[in-house]
């Protein structure tokens, strides 16, 4: 049997360039997320068969340029060369032409095969233009196909064009283009490319990309001659790079850097002249700028986005809760099904108190998880949410930062914390960026969503939507008045420059957006199967050993709860309620927050953990009721010890995963770690302190 052919593909593409839909289309759930080695910017890859051909994509970091702005432009730029994929398939967004081959001109100079995706054809119809494919492949050099991502239009045809090589066809018909840079850069880039063909190590790379990066006064470059080259070749390559950018700055009267970057822009700008056509009388209505002038209107801008929010919230209660409370008797009739074909002893215990009782109450709120995610990925795809950073951009402001760290915050609310924390890379400034990772836990993330699902449920059942809005409005003070502190105090001087390229609008597909709710809900359930499993087991060990003799003069009740009392984790309890006793709480809660400093999801584990150990305390028509009717039954809670626990959830430090990525993050500098965990520790401590004393002074709750 003949092995199959493997052919590897790098996507390449702008931001909002519509990568993303034809990555899904391309690979549909056939996908995997990782991060690039050594460094934390996602990597998606996935697998494709076509015509016995299995095709690997990898899906790389959005970028403008290859330039050493930011690390997603490394890993974009390191991964082309040092992987060396067969193919480059770089994806254009059709109705930013221009710029989008600003791009093309630095891929163009890594000597690497290009397959040109022309996508969002649709949109640049709506404004009344169309491009000859035909022309521009022939002007380019390289193939050019239109596509249509969310629609999966011109999938197929980028599929048959790279498994039947039909690119290396097209490049020998044609002269592949390049940028003209003139005789004076032209002259330097062959200066600088002479002494870097003698140092073999550095051949890696393509020599006259190397010259023009280093031309380009590129950072990162620099310091991969100084690490590769001999100390002699180095030297006098630097040094002659140093000399050319002089020479062109006197001759030009401005920088090297700003010249080449004209000479590219000239380029990009020439093709979409000669590729873009004006169509008359086309029926088609491009409805982004009217959508627009009521969306980022100043007045209307923040209303509208409260407005989203509120009826992400609203779809996401009112369509899970039914399935919710569907789980939640499920996993109420199954721990009942175990006791009976079960005889009593630890085994049943563990299955029915700790994995049911634990790891049940965290499933149960998989299908509320689920909408969120489905929700805010349908605004995602429609182009909305890069509006909604554009319209927190003048009140960020005020608080230290601009719009564009309103981005992670939004992404720590649609999942976790930590690929916000990795969202804040995308920001230029190193203040900016240290301010965002502080601010980002804050957010009610999707690990959290179910503590404040089950309180919320419990003890708010007719305003949950609401009430999840208040809570969320909250989370947005807290994280922008300690971005004003921060910004105040440790991280003073004022907010880089925003500046965001806004998408079009587009209808969002159905399999784009269950792609990307099922992508981030699968990380929901491995984590309930893994971590939340051992940390629950954990629990229940710790609460129900050792283990003390029954008194046989006492009822269950009272011999349970005596065994509950002096178990490890129960001990502990009692001598930590004093310190917690002011913000409303007992030890059994406190133990549950510190154990959710592991996952956020195991402060509900252990919550149902707790009550199924008691579960022989209560009464028997108590003994079956679900989570949430345990809680509202429960006498040591109430409205307003709840609103306080739910508040100590929103400000405490994140999951240690979260920390541990922010640790990295900020340079492995312990004083922002410690930072991060006593400053949120403490005040969550005083604010709740505060909420709960106040409330209890005028017999709120």
């Known amino acids: 049997m003949s092995q199959s052919k493997v052919i590897s593909v790098a996507l390449a593409g702008n931001p909002n360039c519509g990568k993303s839909s034809i990555f899904n289309a391309l690979t549909g759930s056939n996908q995997r997320v990782g991060n690039y080695p050594g460094v934390t910017v996602e990597k998606k890859t996935g697998i494709k068969k076509y015509k016995d051909v299995e095709i690997h994509f990898t899906d790389l970091p959005g970028t403008y340029s290859l330039s050493a702005y930011s690390e997603d432009e490394i890993v974009a730029r390191d991964f082309i060369i040092n992987d060396s994929p067969d193919i480059i398939v770089h994806i254009i967004d059709a109705s930013n032409l ?77 002269s592949p283009a ?51 080259a001999s100390a002699e070749n180095s030297e006098k390559i630097l040094a002659q790079a140093n000399k050319s950018r002089q020479h062109l700055e006197e001759h030009f009267g401005e920088a090297a850097e700003n010249k080449i970057a004209e000479f590219r822009y000239g380029f990009t700008a020439a093709i979409a002249k000669m590729a873009i056509e004006e169509i008359k009388n086309s ?44 789980l939640e008797v499920f996993f109420s009739a199954l721990s009942d099904g175990v006791a009976a074909i079960m005889p009593e002893g630890p085994l049943q215990s563990l299955i029915i108190d700790g994995l049911i009782g634990g790891v049940g109450g965290v499933l149960s709120f998989f299908p509320l998880v689920l909408f969120m995610f489905l929700s805010i990925a349908f605004f995602e795809d429609s182009g909305y949410m890069a509006r909604a950073a554009f319209v927190m951009d003048k009140l960020m402001n005020k608080f230290g930062l601009h719009g564009k760290s309103f981005l992670p915050l939004m992404i720590s609310t649609n999942g976790c914390a930590v690929p916000g924390i990795f969202a804040s890379r995308t920001l230029d400034s190193k203040r900016d960026r240290l301010i965002t990772m502080f601010i980002a836990p804050f957010m009610i993330c999707g690990a959290k969503l179910p503590i404040f699902a089950l309180f919320i449920g419990a003890f708010f059942p007719k305003n949950q939507t609401l009430t999840m809005f208040v809570f969320y409005v909250l989370s947005v003070c807290i994280a922008l008045t300690a971005a004003k502190v921060l910004s105040k105090t440790a991280f003073k001087g004022d907010p880089a420059h925003f500046v965001m390229e806004l998408p079009p609008y587009h209808i969002p597909t159905l399999k784009g957006i269950l792609l990307k709710m099922w992508e981030r809900g699968w990380m929901y359930i491995k984590k309930a199967g893994t971590i939340i499993v051992l940390l ?25 709860s005596i065994q509950m009392k002096s178990s490890f984790l129960g001990s502990l309890s009692t001598k930590i309620s004093p310190l917690v006793k002011p913000i409303g709480m007992d030890g059994d809660k406190a133990i549950a927050l510190v154990a959710g400093l592991a996952a956020k999801e195991v402060v509900v584990s252990a919550i149902g953990t707790i009550y199924a150990l008691s579960e022989d305390a209560l009464e028997d028509e108590e003994a079956n009721n679900t989570l949430t009717e345990k809680i509202v039954n429960d006498s040591e809670w109430s409205p307003l010890k709840a609103i306080v626990f739910l508040i100590f959830c929103m400000i405490y430090p994140p999951c240690i995963t979260a920390m541990a990525v922010f640790f990295r993050e900020t340079g492995s500098k312990l004083k922002y770690l410690s930072l991060l965990l006593f400053g949120n520790t403490a005040l969550a401590y005083l604010a709740t302190l505060l909420i709960f004393q106040i409330g209890k002074f005028l017999r709120l709750g």
Request: overall charge negative.
């Open 536 to 560: 629950t087991i954990l629990l229940w060990a710790g609460f129900r050993y050792p283990q003390v003799d029954e008194n046989p003069d006492l009822s269950a009740g009272e011999n349970a």
């Open 178 to 228: 390049k940028v003209d840079y003139g005789d004076d850069i032209q002259n330097e880039i062959n200066s600088i490319g002479d002494l870097i063909s003698k140092d073999e190590k550095l051949l890696v790379y393509p020599k006259n990309y190397l010259a023009i990066k280093l031309l380009d006064n590129d950072l990162a470059v620099i310091e991969k001659v100084k690490t590769f």
């Open 98 to 174: 221009d710029r989008n081959l600003y791009l093309f001109t630095q891929l163009r100079e890594l000597d690497k095969p290009i397959i040109i995706a022309l996508n969002m054809i649709d949109i640049l119809e709506v404004k009344k233009q169309k491009i000859d494919v035909g022309k521009m492949s022939d002007i380019l050099g390289f193939p050019v196909i239109a596509t249509i991502g969310n629609r999966g239009e011109g999938i197929n045809d980028l599929l048959e064009c790279i498994v039947e090589n039909k690119w290396i066809e097209h490049i020998k018909e044609h």
């Open 283 to 326: 029926p088609k209505k491009d409805w982004t700028p009217i959508i627009d002038k009521y969306v980022l209107n100043k007045y209307l801008g923040l209303p509208i986005f409260a407005a989203v929010m509120f009826l992400i919230f609203s779809f996401t209660f009112t369509v899970s809760t039914p399935l919710v409370d569907l």
